[in-house]
């Protein structure tokens, strides 16, 4: 899940969520807790949600007693909205009902966060606290983008996927993302030509909003169960070694890129220019 899905999975929460009263909570993974069970448990239930903003890869959850609930899905999670009388997922860790007997399951694919803060404390609060801007932000403009990319040194992959820079991009959209810009991964980025950044920064907007105005990504699910329609057909490099570059026909290539994998068009994609 990055940044379409969180985006589109906190508009939904919100549209359900806010105003209503948490009535009761569910953990079967406590480890995703920064505290006890019980103890999370006596701070929100009873506490109405105020809001719900999502932000990169992370929901906000504020409640009126001034505490926020703060939720990564780690790699991946289903956020499973229920009516009265629905039949819930067969398998989920964590289960939120609130006082009209509405709610939402999650299932979490690997390992998830489900954290508690103090309002005031959130900057205290070490996963989100630097969390970098994310890309539909109004201040993300091409001169912001500028700045943040002076002086850096490194690969432009890894600056990208880095929460602390800009929140939201995962292995996933930076794909497409640098193809779009004819972007190597491993490209250094004090070796950009100002049409490279301009192409980087109108790139990123446009994968993450095509990707939101189609529901986001195609195996994953919604608030309300419905698969996204951002698959295969939308992805022009990403998970397609062995096949022809949409450009220029070139085999689209599979590399390493640190710890994680990039798919690359070796022509449209030079590393050395
Ligand atoms: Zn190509």
Redesign the pocket.
Known sequence: MELPELTILGRQIKNEIVGKQISEVEVANPKCLNMSFEQFQKTVIGKAVKSVESRGKWLFIKLDSDHVIVFNPGMGADVIHFEPGDKLPEKYQIKLTLHDKTGFTIRVWWFCYLHLMPKNKLGEHKLTAKLGITPLDKKFTLEFFKQLLSKRRGNIKNFLVDQKNIAGIGNVYIQDILFNAKLHPKRKISSFAKTDIEALYKSIKSALKESIQLGGLAYEKDFYGNKGGYGKQQFKIAYKPGSP?P??Q?TIQKIKTGSTSSFI?P??QRLNT
């Open positions: 570059c450009t220029c070139t068009c022509n449209c």
